[in-house]
């Protein structure tokens, strides 16, 4: 079965840093891509990034290019999102979610989803 906790969430001011974790069991990190997904009041599962399972990473906001880097351990079958320089337009709840293989900005083709980690960005 598969099973991942997000976690990293949390309270910053613009500029600050936040580095998100999702820690999967139940199946290989080699074998599945995992992506980032961001709900807001903007959209409701905005595909932020994403890591396949060869260890590419995806970007597909242009607004955290350079700013957002995704990385793995798979000695530790965690996936992590560092998220630097933070906006206000960077809150929401961001869900990672696994899919076989290969990266894709479609939301429905990740499953299964978890309970999410929030992150606020003010003053």
């Known amino acids: 079965q598969l099973r991942f906790v997000e976690s990293g969430g949390g309270l910053v001011q613009p500029g600050g840093s936040l580095r998100l974790s999702c820690e999967v069991s139940g199946f290989s990190l080699k074998n599945y891509a995992i992506g980032w997904f961001r709900h807001s009041p903007r959209e409701e599962r905005e595909p932020v990034s994403c890591?396949?399972?060869?260890?590419?990473?995806?970007v597909y906001v242009d607004s955290v290019k350079g700013r957002f880097t995704m990385s793995r351990d798979n000695a530790k079958n965690t996936v992590y999102l560092q998220m630097n320089n933070l906006q206000p337009d960077d809150a929401g709840v961001y869900y990672c979610a696994p899919r076989p293989m290969f990266c894709t900005d479609s939301p429905a083709t990740y499953d299964p989803w978890g309970q999410g980690t929030r992150v606020d960005v003010s003053t």
């Open positions: 890591l396949g399972a060869s260890g590419r990473s995806t």
